[in-house]
């Protein structure tokens, strides 16, 4: 089994403890691939690297720093099987699913190529005898921590543009998915992007997502994860006011309305709360049906549920893979027990296989019906394949369901009436929302949440603001 380094300054390095830590396949237990696992120590030399890369990168011009991340896009592309294949394993994922994120990986690149040389300062028509400029400028030596639910889609969206303005990165992909991170900083180089401005630092949260916010040296974090790791990195960024944008936890609602497009909501809700085993931040993971449509939505959603294709992430006809870890999946699982215990009707599923799939991460995906508002499993983002169903009766009760969450992140509303769509549409607390579609993330337009799911945007060309400093500039006539 080959043992995967560090990407740090351009090769390939065990990490200076000499620690390892061994990935598990999340669809039958093993252990398949071998990592070394960064700390305190590798995290200051990829910091200094990127910091000794800044000035080179920062002087590349516009043209050359286009081309290099279109040919990283093509890089990407031609690699498009073996990412896939090597993300599938990794994450767990269905491989028709991993195929797609890495196509989205690719898209990204384009897009901040393409940018890179359309966005620029302004001149400002002050009230001063003079010229005021702004310059658009990097921020330096950009942080970047991952989680493993889309490993080399998040990764793109934060390392195309980060690298597109000017600035230079220390990744930290999640623990437990590192694998393409790394490839994605080889191709880099491949690509032409100079050693040391894309490093990448596999290791655990707590030392060295940890040392990475804490470096002085690093004067922007850009995390994706949970809310609770959200909030301890936005304290310690706090000590020396660096930048942060964060993109955390969501328990997003799903408002169906009685006059909707009945086979089209059952099947797009399914797949809104179901993809990628359901441990997606926009998982609109509680779905609010008006009274007359609701025991129909019940049990044709049931239905659908009931024959959804779980399997092994290889084989092509997979719709519903593992899980991250058995360990994620016992945490999943309690909350069928808490669940049943609050007095939700437990519809289908919430059983861990037995047989062939018994060794995997695998759960059955769940229907909770009859959930109320005040529920640990309708107010908690449960990152699995469990789903809450409630009633309404008026849009005012739907709009004031959806709204209460300490979360912000997504949503989807149904219904044919257009002037409705839009009322509640702009009456929903959240960052992004789909209507008549269980859709709504686009690699063109800003991406984020609201309330605790998050802070600053990724994506569109909204993101390029939270990897660039403007600097005023005033000269006298
Ligand atoms: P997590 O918070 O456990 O870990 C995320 C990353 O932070 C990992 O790389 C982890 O190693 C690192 N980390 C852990 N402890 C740290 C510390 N003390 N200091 C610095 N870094 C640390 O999240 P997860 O379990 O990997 O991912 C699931 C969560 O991510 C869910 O809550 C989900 O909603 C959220 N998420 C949000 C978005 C979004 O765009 N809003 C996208 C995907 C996932
Ligand atoms: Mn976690």
Redesign the pocket.
């Known amino acids: 089994m080959t043992i995967e380094g560090l990407l740090i300054g351009g090769d390939r390095v065990p990490a200076a403890s000499g620690q390892q830590s061994q990935l598990i396949d999340p669809a039958t237990g093993e252990t398949w691939a071998t990592v070394a696992a960064g700390g305190v120590e590798d995290i200051d030399r990829a910091v200094l690297a990127a910091e000794n890369a800044r000035a080179g990168w920062r002087k590349v011009n516009s043209r050359d720093r286009a081309r290099m991340l279109f040919t990283l896009a093509n890089l990407i592309r031609t690699n498009l099987e073996s990412l896939a294949q090597l993300e599938s394993r990794n994450a767990g994922k269905p491989i028709r699913d991993a195929r797609d994120e890495v196509n989205m990986a690719a898209d990204c690149f384009e897009y901040y190529a393409g940018a890179i040389n359309k966005v620029g300062g302004q001149t400002i028509p002050v009230a001063a005898a003079g010229t005021h400029l702004t310059f658009r400028e990097p921020i330096g030596v950009c942080g970047m921590?991952?989680?493993?639910?889309?490993p080399i889609a998040?990764t793109s969206w934060k390392v195309a543009p980060a690298l597109a303005m000017g600035n230079t990165i220390v990744l930290?992909?999640?623990?437990?998915t590192p694998l393409t991170a790394l490839r994605l900083g080889e191709l880099a180089l491949e690509a032409g992007v100079p050693p040391g401005v894309f490093n990448v630092v596999p290791?655990?949260?707590?030392t060295?997502?940890?040392a990475?916010?804490r470096h002085p040296l690093v004067r922007k974090i850009s995390?994706?994860?949970?809310?609770?790791?959200?909030t301890?990195?936005m304290k310690?960024a706090a000590d020396d006011i660096k930048n942060v944008t964060?993109?955390?936890?969501?328990k997003s609602a799903n408002l169906i309305f009685a006059d909707a497009d009945l086979d089209k909501a059952v099947v797009k809700s399914l797949w809104s709360v179901l993809g990628n085993s359901g441990?997606?931040?926009?998982a609109r993971s509680r779905i609010l049906v008006e009274r007359p449509l609701y025991d129909t939505f019940l049990s044709q959603l049931t239905e659908q549920f009931q024959a959804l294709k779980i399997g092994h992430p290889s084989e092509e006809q997979t719709e519903i893979g593992p899980l991250?870890s058995t360990g994620?999946r016992d945490r999943v699982h309690r909350y069928i027990d808490i669940g049943k215990a609050e007095g939700a009707k437990l519809l289908c599923g919430g059983d861990i296989p037995t047989g062939a799939l018994a060794n995997g991460a695998y759960l059955q995906p769940a229907i909770f019906a009859d959930a109320t508002p005040e529920m640990q499993i309708v107010r908690e983002?449960i990152?699995g394949p469990v789903v809450c169903v409630l009633p309404f009766d008026t849009e005012e009760e739907a709009v004031a369901i959806a709204n209460n969450s300490l979360y912000g992140?997504s949503g989807s509303i149904w219904t044919r009436d257009i002037s409705r769509a839009l009322r509640v549409a702009r009456a929903i607390e959240t960052g992004v929302l789909s209507i008549n579609t269980g859709h709504s993330v686009h690699l063109e337009a800003p991406?984020?949440?609201v309330k605790r799911?998050?802070l600053g945007r990724?994506l569109g060309l909204a993101v390029l603001d939270h990897y660039s400093e403007w600097k005023s500039v005033f000269i006298a006539e």
């Not at 930290?172 to 437990?176: N, T, V, Y």
């Not at 290791?203 to 707590?206: K, L, V």
């Not at 995390?223 to 959200?230: D, K, L, R, V």
């Open positions: 921590i991952a989680p493993w639910n889309f998040i930290k992909p999640a623990s437990q290791g655990a949260g707590s060295a997502g940890d990475l916010v995390f994706t994860g949970s809310t609770e790791i959200g301890q990195v310690l964060l993109e955390l936890g969501g441990q997606d931040c926009c991250i994620h983002e990152f992140l991406f984020g949440g799911s998050g990724e």
